[in-house]
Each structure stands twice: as C-alpha cells, then as structure tokens.
Nanobody, 127 residues
Framework: QVQLADSGGGSVQAGGSLRLSCAASGYGYNTYYMAWFRQAPGKEREGVAVIGSDGRTEYADSVKGRFAISKDNAKKTLYLQMNSLNTDDTAMYYC?????????????????????WGQGTQVTVSS
C-alpha cells in the first residue's frame, strides 16, 4: 500500500514553469506505475503523463514537449516539470499510483486503474 502527498502547485504567468512533486510512503513503491492527472472545473479528469516501473513514459498530446515526468526511486518521489505553461493548463493536479495494467499509453485514459491518489495541488496560469 502506498500513500501519496503532492505539492508544488501555485500561480504563474503564461510561459512560465512549475515543478510538481509527489512524495510516496509505504511499501512496494518501485513496483507501481505512476502518473499525473488533472481536472479543471466542469471538465473530466484527464491523464497528463505516466511513468512505468521501468521508467518508460507516455504523455498526453496536449503537453508533449512541454511537460516531463520523472521519478527518484531512492527518494520515493514523483515529479512533473511543466514548462511553457498556458491558461489551458489551469487545473487541480493529482498524482496517482497503480498496478496491474499492462498498456502504459492506455493508462492515461483509465484513472480507474490507479488505486492510490494524492490530495491534489492547484495550478493556475494567468495570461
């Protein structure tokens, strides 16, 4: 079982950068795939980026080339580096962890395959 605590959100102007962090505690951290999801008011939760236990990554088309997901297994911490932010990136961001699903790319559209979630951190981008 894993507990997640995400942080690092804030307010930034368009074109700026932020780095989100997700600290994990518990057992089996290295065996989970992990991801960042986001949800804007009135919209469904969407997958932003996912990283497998082997380090492979996948990104939503809307953030490809601007965001980078990474993890430090020694620190049990997941990161999301967000560059060139725009107002469409404004949302509550959640880290998530899960096991048992084999298609990394498909996980971006399957939040139900993540059993553990952080509490969320707000990102607000102003023009």
């Amino acid at each position: 079982q894993v507990q997640l605590a995400d942080s690092g959100g804030g307010s930034v102007q368009a074109g700026g950068s932020l780095r989100l962090s997700c600290a994990a505690s518990g057992y089996g951290y290295n065996t989970y795939y992990m991801a960042w999801f986001r949800q804007a008011p009135g919209k469904e939760r969407e997958g932003v980026a996912v990283i497998g236990s082997d380090g492979r990554t996948e990104y939503a088309d809307s953030v490809k080339g601007r965001f980078a997901i990474s993890k430090d297994n020694a620190k049990k911490t997941l990161y999301l580096q967000m560059n060139s932010l725009n107002t469409d990136d404004t949302a509550m961001y959640y880290c998530a962890a899960g096991q048992g699903y084999s298609s990394l790319r498909s996980l971006l559209a399957r939040p139900q395959w993540f059993g553990y979630w952080g509490q969320g951190t707000q990102v607000t981008v102003s023009s």
